[in-house]
């Protein structure tokens, strides 16, 4: 059964004036690659891994990054270090409203919240 954690692929960063529209594709806000967003898409979920942990413009704490780095890993199956990068985002201290791969506009902590709760009940059904 193929995992449906799509709705917490992120896409970008929502600020002030410079809104993004809910049919906004790509990496808002971040350098291009730095999320993984394009291999997330593709498919390619290691090489997602691979540009996000390589990359350092973007902070190791930052929610986007961690939701990024767990759908990637939920997908190629290391569901332990998914639910951990998941954790990581709902304990974040910043808090960020962000646009999913879907176009909903959603804070970053009730993401990573439903991508947790996405991956036990996955988890369980197995």
């Not at 990359?55 to 704490?61: A, D, F, G, L, R």
Request: glycine share 8%; proline share 2%; no cysteine.
């Amino acid at each position: 059964m193929k995992m449906l954690l799509l709705g917490a692929l992120v896409v970008g960063t929502i600020s002030g004036a410079a809104q993004a529209k809910s049919d906004a594709a790509g990496e808002i806000s971040y350098p291009k690659g730095s999320i993984g967003y394009e291999a997330l898409m593709r498919g390619d979920n290691e090489r997602a891994v691979s540009q996000i942990m390589a990359n350092e413009q973007v902070s190791k704490h930052d929610p986007a990054k961690l939701l990024n780095l767990g759908l990637a890993f939920a997908r190629i199956g290391r569901t332990d270090q998914a639910a951990g990068y998941f954790k990581a985002a709902m304990q974040a201290r910043d808090s960020l409203d962000l646009v999913l791969a879907d176009g909903r506009v959603i804070n970053s902590k009730v993401a990573a919240r439903e991508a947790y709760d996405n991956l036990q009940m996955r988890i369980a059904t197995r």
